[in-house]
């Protein structure tokens, strides 16, 4: 392990306490991976450019700050460099020294153009775990491609699975390949850490979208020897399970276990449903939705969607559709302590997402707001050895904001 900078406060510890993680990329997926190493106690330095990350930029209702910046980069001290000055790199190889991890979301092009490729790093600090995200990996025809979540969605059959029938493409909105392959990130670099633990030695790290989006889509992704490429892969169990309508408000309905199916035909009155062999098994529910789907929303229209949660308990899996916002009060996320405060020089106090896992003995300090634009610049890098008139003529320079 290296030595840590001593910029925040590292109590209660969690697991990666001790970590020192720098953090150069941009977006989601990089950014959201390191706030999942952060969340486990890791100190995360995010490294913007003069220009910022894109991320600050997006549209958003809150005054003077991004609420999509916020919520991906919590828990991280900020800083400014200019790594197109040789000033600016030579800050970066500075940190790097005392780093344990690295992370980048650039274009495979680019890190060697800088001067911050992993043969260029390793020399400094051969304990680095370097961790590069990209759109569609290191190799091949599109490895310096730009590539974003939809992006990758639309081109691996994600969108065409979502269509309805004869019906065009549709995006799945919440960027979830991102935060898919941000959750790759915070495993993958935790696993090379464990490794370095019994080698000494650190490793390039290597996650892409395109890998993400396809591993969402593993249950698919099986073409046995024999049989035509273009089958139905299609993994929903027919229309039974998923979203119906109700008296007031939508609800989604998951019944593919026999128990669950009995429940459901019990609590809505269609108990003749379940004693008909046609319907006694998944696969014949699916090929019977045209029969059983009318009768269930006839049945269904009789309360709303929330009644219908408290009637169906805990015996028929089900969910009121709801909007994001309910979740702030809701009283499961309530109880699992999912929702906190922040406060933030700029939006002041706001409430948040607190942290994706939690640990029984080493839980981890509790989580701060993401960083103002070159906030903890002085000080993080004071904590690295720069001296106040060090870092004044960086400044000067432009090399460091």
């Not at 306490?17 to 390191?34: H, N, Q």
């Not at 024999?226 to 119906?244: K, N, Y």
């Not at 199916?261 to 449903?273: N, P, S, V």
């Not at 009637?311 to 906190?340: H, K, N, S, W």
Request: proline letters at 6%; charged letters at 20%.
């Amino acid at each position: 392990m290296n030595q840590v900078l001593n910029i925040d406060h590292t109590k209660p510890v969690g697991p990666l306490a001790g970590i020192t993680v720098l953090d150069l990329s941009a977006y989601i997926a990089g950014p959201y991976g390191c706030s999942l190493l952060a969340d486990q106690g890791a100190t995360v330095i995010k490294i913007e450019p003069p220009a910022g990350d894109n991320l600050r930029k997006y549209p958003s209702t809150l005054p003077g700050e991004s609420r999509a910046f916020l919520g991906v980069n919590r828990s991280k001290t900020g800083v400014v460099l200019d790594l197109k000055t040789a000033e600016g790199l030579e800050v970066l190889r500075t940190l790097v020294r005392s780093a344990d991890v690295l992370v980048h979301n650039f274009r495979p092009s680019v890190p060697a153009r800088l001067g911050i490729s992993f043969t260029d790093l390793n020399p400094i600090n051969p304990q680095l775990i370097y961790c590069a995200v990209t759109g569609y990996g290191t190799h091949g025809p599109l490895k310096n491609k730009a590539g974003y979540d939809q992006i990758l969605q639309t081109m691996t059959g994600m969108c065409s699975a979502q269509a309805k029938p004869d019906s065009a493409p549709e995006i799945l909105y919440g960027s979830i390949v991102d935060y898919y392959a941000a959750a790759m990130v915070a495993g993958a670099v935790s696993s090379a850490l464990y490794e370095r633990e019994r080698s000494g030695q650190g490793q390039e790290v290597g996650v892409s979208l395109l890998r993400s989006a396809l591993a969402m889509q593993s249950a698919r992704l099986i073409w046995a020897e024999g049989e035509p490429q273009e089958i139905d892969r299609d993994m929903r169990s027919g229309g039974i399970t998923g979203i119906h309508p109700t008296r007031e408000g939508y609800l989604y309905v998951s019944a593919n276990t026999p128990h669950f199916w009995q429940a459901l035909c019990e609590k809505t009155g269609l108990q003749h449903l379940f004693c008909d062999e046609r319907f006694d098994t998944v696969r014949k529910r699916a090929e019977q939705y045209r029969v059983i789907v009318p009768q269930l929303h006839e049945a269904l229209s009789q309360h709303s969607a929330l009644e219908w949660e408290a009637i169906f308990g805990e015996e028929v899996p089900c969910a009121a559709a709801r909007r994001v916002d309910e979740m702030f009060d809701d009283p499961q996320c309530q109880a699992e302590e999912l929702i906190t405060e922040f406060e933030h020089p700029t939006v002041g106090r706001y409430r948040g997402f607190t942290r994706a896992a939690t640990f029984s003995r080493t839980p981890g300090r509790t989580p701060f707001a993401a960083p103002q634009f070159g906030a903890d610049s002085e000080r993080v890098l004071a904590a690295a050895g720069f001296t106040a008139e060090q870092i004044a003529e960086l400044k000067a320079k432009g090399a460091v904001l």
